[in-house]
C-alpha cells in the first residue's frame, strides 16, 4: 500500500501567468497613480501601500497549494487546501479516460471538486484536463499541466 505513485503534480494558486499578470499591472497602476498625484499626503502614500501589497499577496500565492493529484493503487485521490477532503477516485469503476481542452475561455476558475451538470471539475491551472466517465455517466475533469504523463500514468494503473 505505501509503493510509490505512479504519477504526483502540485498545483499552486498563484503560478498562472494570466493572474500574476493582471496582479502585475494593477500594482504598475498604484505606483504610477501615486507618481503622477500632486500632493503626496495620505491618498497617495495609500496607492503605494496597496501597490506593495499586491505584490506581496501575490509572492505568498506562488507558494499556496490549491490541490495534489496521485495516481497509486488503482486509484486517483486529490488533496485539496486545509479544510478541503480527500476525494479519491476508483479506476475500477471508469469505463473512458480521454485528454481533451480544459475550456474553450481563456480565464479559467481554479476550482476544486465543484459540481455541475454531471460533471466534477478539478482545475488550477494549464490548457488540457484528463476527462473520466465512470459506469454510472459522471464525469470527473481534471486539469493538468502534465496531461500526458498523467492520461499515460492512469491508464497503466488501469491496465494493472
Not at 125 to 153: C, K, P
Amino acid at each position: 500500500m505505501s509503493e510509490k505513485p505512479a504519477f504526483s503534480e502540485k498545483q499552486y494558486l498563484g503560478r498562472e501567468f494570466i493572474p500574476i499578470t493582471i496582479r502585475l499591472v494593477l500594482a504598475m497602476f498604484c505606483f504610477a497613480a501615486y507618481f503622477f498625484t500632486d500632493e503626496r499626503e495620505r491618498n497617495g502614500d495609500l496607492l503605494v501601500v496597496v501597490g506593495f501589497a499586491i505584490i506581496i499577496i501575490s509572492i505568498i500565492m506562488g507558494f499556496l497549494l490549491h490541490f495534489r493529484t496521485r495516481v497509486q493503487n488503482k486509484s486517483i485521490m486529490l488533496n485539496g487546501l486545509w479544510t478541503t477532503r480527500l476525494v479519491k477516485i476508483d479506476l475500477n469503476g471508469i469505463t473512458k479516460v480521454e485528454k481533451a481542452e480544459y475550456s474553450k475561455y481563456l480565464f479559467n476558475n481554479p476550482v476544486y471538486n465543484l459540481h455541475t451538470k454531471g460533471n466534477i471539475k478539478f482545475y488550477t491551472a494549464g490548457n488540457d484536463a484528463i476527462y473520466l466517465t465512470d459506469r454510472d455517466g459522471l464525469v470527473y475533469i481534471i486539469g493538468s499541466q502534465h496531461a500526458n504523463e498523467f492520461l499515460r500514468a492512469v491508464k497503466e494503473e488501469m491496465k494493472k
